[in-house]
């Protein structure tokens, strides 16, 4: 056995290494996983599993919602959302100190409400806001910082990819997670522009007033964000109401979303055969990861190492709240080596275990252990925590994603003045993650009520 947990520590301490030396992640799991089980069962075991491997996996059903949703954003960003949002949200904030900003988060939060994407939601709220910022003379960091952080919130507000394949690994319905992410996600959203108000009252000079719209233009501006409200009631409403799962409403989405781009002429044939290759380049990168998550899966349970290490932790005498802040701190210091899908997929079926050894069964046990709550309602607990500290990676240094798209856009902006930028937003985040540990029922009681 020691044998095996040792052939297994190796084989992460390789795909770490292949990660670091920038090999794609999907290629380092499959070579990894791949190469650990043909060592332990030989090659042919290892090529008979690929033979059936891949449909296995692709052909859930499930897993169907991923290219709707991935195409759904593809689309809004051919179509203006993000414009939309955007000006709605300045024409009733931008009139404040920090209001630009304040308009970038909130229209980061509405575009990641379609598209699900925290790397897409900061790349194109980027190309709409910074424009602005920058003709009111916001300070660098600021600018940068909120948009930087605004992009994380599309990983959590439904609908969310990531959420989706943490939902099918750890068999939890899709629907009740989404539930799950609202509270969360807003109570992110309001923190974000409570931390810009707090950043412009010690420093006005960072982020100016900006113009008052007058009242043609507000009413039109308001006007416009009514469509993408609706788009975002139908998909999020059907599915709430029970009138169609995540599947079927995705469509609906990409549905009206297309629709909408049609109606104001900017999305034509030229536009959705980009939409269409984007998605199916970002659907294939994802399958693949999935395929080489598998191959590490199988791997990792043949030696018995997920095993190991609850029997290890939950041997430990550590409380059960402690093991779920150390798991999280853990996702946080991987955040800045990887990205968020990628993470999920091989981190959690070793945390999973773990969390449902230290539950003690269905219920919190006598003694006072466990976490006093079912396994089902521990996996929604978890899995929106995961995500949170999961997505802080996207704006941690020295890696930060999305610190490195803003970067891109706003090249006259140091690096270093956006992850300064980002730090007030990543307290804020921790903040959340505080309240959400400390309040389970920010997680659970909307799922409750709405069932």
Not at 58 to 83: C, E, N, Q, R, T
Not at 172 to 183: K, L
Not at 362 to 384: R, Y
Request: charged fraction near 10%; charge should be neutral.
């Amino acid at each position: 056995m020691m044998e095996a947990t040792g052939l297994g520590i190796t084989g992460l301490v390789i795909l770490v290494a292949l990660i670091a030396l920038r090999m794609p992640i999907a290629y380092a799991m499959i070579l990894v996983g791949g190469g650990g089980v043909a060592l332990l069962s030989g090659p042919t075991l290892l090529l008979s599993q690929l033979k059936t491997l891949a449909y296995g996996q692709f052909s859930i059903y499930d897993l169907s919602v991923v290219p709707m949703f991935v195409l759904m954003g593809a689309v809004a960003s051919k179509a203006g959302l993000s414009h939309a949002l955007f000006r709605g949200a300045n024409a009733w904030l931008g009139w404040m100190k920090g209001g630009t900003a304040m308009a970038a988060i909130a229209g980061c939060a509405g575009f990641g409400a379609v598209c699900g994407s925290s790397l897409a939601t900061a790349s194109t709220m980027g190309k709409v806001a910074l424009p602005e910022l920058r003709r009111y003379n916001y300070s660098g960091a600021l600018a940068t910082g909120s948009l930087a952080a605004g992009g994380v919130l599309g990983i959590l507000i439904p609908p969310s990819v990531v959420l989706i394949i943490y939902a099918i690994i750890v068999e939890a319905n899709i629907v009740t997670m989404f539930m799950a992410a609202m509270i969360p996600g807003l109570l992110a959203v309001v923190l974000f522009l409570l931390t810009i108000a707090v950043y412009v009252a010690i420093w006005p000079e960072a982020g100016p007033r900006g113009g008052s719209s007058d009242r043609a233009e507000f009413i039109a501006a308001t006007v416009g964000v009514v469509p993408v409200l609706v788009i975002f009631g139908l998909v999020l409403g059907g599915i709430y109401g029970g009138f169609f799962n995540p599947t079927p409403a995705a469509a609906v989405g990409v549905a009206l979303v297309w629709l909408y781009g049609v109606a104001r002429r900017t999305v034509r044939l030229r536009e959705m055969r980009e939409a269409l290759f984007e998605t199916a380049g970002t659907t294939g990168m994802i399958y693949l990861i999935l395929l080489g998550a598998e191959l590490m899966k199988i791997f990792m349970s043949r030696i018995g190492l997920p095993q190991e290490t609850a029997a290890w932790i939950s041997g430990s005498g550590m409380a059960p709240m402690t093991v779920m802040v150390l798991l999280l701190v853990a996702l946080i210091l991987l955040g800045c080596l990887m990205d968020s899908l990628s993470m999920i997929l091989l981190v959690i079926p070793f945390f999973w275990p773990v969390l449902t050894d230290l539950n003690g069964g269905l219920h919190q046990m006598a003694d006072g252990s466990g976490f006093g709550m079912s396994t089902e309602e521990l996996k929604v607990w978890f899995g929106i925590l995961a995500l949170i500290v999961v997505e802080l990676g996207l704006i941690t240094p020295p890696v930060g994603m999305n610190v490195f798209v803003i970067s891109a856009l706003a090249k006259d902006t140091p690096m270093i003045e956006t992850f300064k930028g980002v730090m007030p937003f990543f307290a804020a985040e921790i903040l959340r993650v505080i309240l959400l540990l400390a309040f389970p029922a920010l997680t659970l009681w909307l799922p409750a009520v709405l069932r």
